[in-house]
C-alpha cells in the first residue's frame, strides 16, 4: 500500500456534474534554491503520481468502495 491523500479538481471551474477524484502519491518536494530545482527537473527524483478514483455503491447496504485506476496528470 502507498501513502498519499485524495484531492478533487473540477468543483469549482469544472463541470457540475463530473468532478475529478484522484489519489496522489507524493514525490519529493521541490527544493527552494533555484539551482537544486533545476538539477531534481534534470534528474531522476520522483514526482507526484496521480490516480483516478472509481467508486462503487453496494445498493443492499450502501458500503462505498473506492479504486484508484489509470494513472493521470496532476498540475502541482
Known amino acids: 500500500m502507498e ?3 485524495a484531492t ?8 457540475p456534474w463530473e468532478p475529478l477524484l ?7 518536494p521541490t527544493a527552494t534554491n ?3 530545482a533545476f538539477k531534481q ?3 531522476d527524483v ?11 455503491r453496494c445498493a443492499a447496504c450502501g458500503v462505498v468502495e473506492l479504486v484508484a485506476t489509470e494513472r ?3 498540475p502541482p
Do not use: K
Open 8 to 15: 478533487a479538481l473540477g468543483l469549482l471551474s469544472g463541470t
Open 46 to 56: 520522483p514526482q507526484n503520481e496521480a490516480y483516478l478514483l472509481r467508486g462503487r
Open 34 to 36: 533555484p539551482l537544486t
Open 22 to 28: 484522484l489519489f496522489v502519491v507524493s514525490g519529493a
Open 72 to 74: 493521470t496528470n496532476w
Open 3 to 5: 501513502v498519499g491523500f
Open 41 to 43: 527537473g534534470i534528474q
